[in-house]
């Protein structure tokens, strides 16, 4: 990103503490021409500083419509000004703590037809996933299977009131009787025709669902329309791309002999009021790692285990704050983000943390090609922030938009 060609304006929503943090960056030192102003309504901040003017429209409301925002002594001669406004009103819509889908099951309709978001070709006929479905959380079978061992109505007893521990061979009763149901530890969710089943980043669909698309172990252009043709190897996916304009719009899955279509690769009708990005998915995911695990570290690493991803940027992020709501003069408005330290590390420091007794981090999975994407969306983000809050230490911090 260049840098800015003059003076800017950034605020952020705080809602936990209902204030607004306002700063400004000035390109010459603050002086008698230097004047902050909240319009009547309480919505925008208009700097002026040596007859140029520069506006900024607020996250939110603030009571303050028709005053100027005093410069104190210790700010005065100085580039960088900055304020802690109260908030108006309520709080946003849009800043509500819950995860919320980017695309759940019950945005789609009944045999929405999908197709590849780069060229529009259809990838699952009209009329084809009759019924969509939410996936449950990672941890779905664990959770099941501790709850219907150990909820509170339920012993392990001979019918007299004598608990009995677990042994072997009711263990493996147990275990069975799980798996029957459907929930063991074991289980999985397996594509099943007609139906589309939709997580956090992907949707999922069999093969006989799905038309004009290219299974490889790498490129497109060592791939097969008939995945039967190319030769097994010990990944747990190979790669899937569009036959026409040949982008990759995601996975086949051999657990779950599924063909795993990543939301930002593909377009489908839905009551939502738009499709997903990159930056959108990742940001659920990571709100629900943060809910499942209460980790805000985590780390981000090519989905597959090959040669030449082994030797892909990692992106190691501590997020600061999973729910703001910030705008720029340099381009954002009222954008809804996650707020984090990020840093880009190597694959074999990233696999020595996980390998670690006392690694925090969680791992999350993505496309090398989205990783990169990923960052140079972060690295943009860092432009749009103050200059002294651009870098902690030897992190950057980032904006990853919700």
């Known amino acids: 990103m260049p840098a800015a060609s003059g003076c800017s304006l950034y605020a952020e929503l705080l809602a936990n503490i209902r204030q607004i943090s306002l700063a400004v960056s000035l390109t010459s030192p603050s002086d008698n021409s230097t004047r902050v102003a909240v319009a009547a309504d309480g919505s925008t901040i208009e700097l002026t500083h040596h007859g140029e003017v520069h506006k900024l429209i607020l996250p939110a409301q603030i009571p303050l419509g028709g005053t100027l925002l005093p410069i ?17 009103g309520t709080a946003p819509q849009q800043l509500s703590l819950t995860n919320v889908p980017t695309w759940s099951a019950t945005d789609f309709e009944a045999g929405a037809q999908v197709t590849c978001r780069q060229c529009s070709a259809v990838v699952v006929e009209q009329g084809t996933a009759k019924i969509w479905k939410d996936l449950p959380s990672e941890n779905w079978a664990e959770m099941m299977e501790f709850w219907h061992c150990h909820k509170p109505d339920h012993h392990h007893g001979d019918g007299n009131g004598h608990d009995h521990p677990h042994d072997a061979h009711s263990g ?3 275990e069975m009787s799980l798996a029957a149901r459907g929930y063991g530890a074991s289980s999985i969710i397996s594509a099943q025709s007609g139906v589309g089943f939709v997580d956090l980043t992907t949707v999922l669909f069999t093969e006989d669902d799905c038309r004009n698309i290219t299974y490889s172990n790498s490129t497109f252009e060592q791939g097969s329309a008939n995945r039967q043709d190319l030769p097994t190897t010990n990944n747990r996916s190979m790669n899937i791309f569009c036959s026409s304009c040949h982008s990759q719009l995601g996975f086949y899955v051999f657990r779950t002999a599924a063909v795993t279509l990543l939301k930002w690769q593909i377009s489908c009708k839905s ?23 209460a980790s805000s570290k985590s780390l981000i690493m090519p989905i597959n285990e090959t040669e030449v991803e082994a030797k892909q940027t990692v992106i190691y992020a501590w997020v ?7 705008s720029s003069s340099n381009g954002a408005t009222g954008t809804p983000a996650i707020k984090l330290l990020y840093q880009r590390i190597s694959r074999e420091d990233a696999d020595k943390m996980l390998e670690g ?46």
């Open 320 to 326: 600061l704050n999973a729910s703001i709501v910030y």
């Open 72 to 88: 104190d002594q210790r700010q005065r001669g100085t580039t960088a000004l900055s304020w802690r406004l109260p908030l108006g």
């Open 172 to 174: 493996k009763a147990d």
């Open 357 to 402: 007794v006392t690694c925090e981090a969680q791992e999350i999975n993505l496309p090398a090609m989205a990783i990169e994407r990923v960052i140079e969306h972060l690295d943009g983000s860092n432009w749009l922030l103050p200059e002294k809050e651009k870098e902690f230490k030897e992190w950057k911090v980032g904006l990853l938009t919700r």
């Open 271 to 293: 009551v939502s009021a738009s499709a997903p990005g990159i930056t959108e998915c990742l940001a659920a995911t990571i709100t629900s790692t943060i809910s499942r695990s």
